[in-house]
């Protein structure tokens, strides 16, 4: 199943861009659209609406300033959604982020942090592993390599510090 990606203006680009990128690593196929929920919310309807029918599994929407995109395109599917909360604006993305985990009760979305695109990525990848073999095993090795460059990290640090002495 693909991911569909939402994102409130083509001003959220720059701060999406991990979301796909994060993806394609890992072979999975996504969509990206720009629907706002207040500038052109019949569109954003429509397409929650339709979104299990066109295939896809999960939907990441990445808003910013009282973002109300991730929660109408909740109340329009049951796929599950993952708020992107976007930094932009006076309060630099808390006010999307409390949007999204102040939900009320009946419609839950889930949130990732503010500007943590990426991690919605690989949040949708766990999702979507859970019916996937293939995937799964995708998914095992990123988990693996990301673990060997930690630990990479560390000899680094271990011979600058032995340098240092
Ligand atoms: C939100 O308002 C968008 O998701 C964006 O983060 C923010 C500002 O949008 P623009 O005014 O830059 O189009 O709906």
Redesign the pocket.
Known sequence: MRVLVV??????LAQMTPAWVVLQSLGIGYEVKVA????SPERLVQIAQRAREDGFGVILA????A?H?AGVMAAHTTLPVVAVP?A??TLGGVDALLSAVQMPGGVPIASVGIGGARNAGLFAAAILSASDPELTQRLQRFRQEQSESVLAADQRVQAQLKGNT
Do not use: F, T, Y
């Open positions: 994102m409130g203006s083509d001003s959220d706002s929920a207040h500038r990445g808003a910013g300033g973002a995109l976007i932009v604006g």
